[in-house]
Nanobody, 117 residues
């Protein structure tokens, strides 16, 4: 069973920073597009950022300039560095790994990010 293990969520004040991490099995990490999604209460899950296995990132307009996705292929880990956090960034953040054009994908368990003073 494939498991994506997330860490790094928590409570932070507006303007603060957090870094999320997601470790994936070596068997899939190297061939997967890795992504971060988020879901706020009452809203649909949305893509925050994704990065190809070649390292090309794609970031949602709502977080561009504040969030940075990266991956370390030696550690089979993807990161989401979140700076200048806003209350509207509050959500459960999910790690995603997908390949074969998205036919196969896996999700992490989710980590809560709360931005509040």
């Amino acid at each position: 069973q494939v498991q994506l293990v997330e860490s790094g969520g928590g409570l932070v004040q507006p303007g603060g920073s957090l870094r999320l991490s997601c470790a994936a099995p070596r068997s899939i990490f190297g061939i997967s597009i890795m992504g971060w999604y988020r879901q706020a209460p009452g809203k649909q899950r949305e893509l925050v950022a994704a990065i190809t296995n070649g390292g090309t990132p794609n970031t949602a307009d709502s977080v561009k300039g504040r969030f940075t996705i990266s991956r370390d292929n030696t550690k089979n880990t993807v990161y989401l560095q979140m700076n200048s956090l806003k209350p509207e960034d509050t959500a459960v953040y999910y790690c995603n790994a997908r390949y074969l054009g998205g036919v196969i994908q896996y999700w992490g368990q989710g980590t809560q990010v709360t931005v509040s003073s």
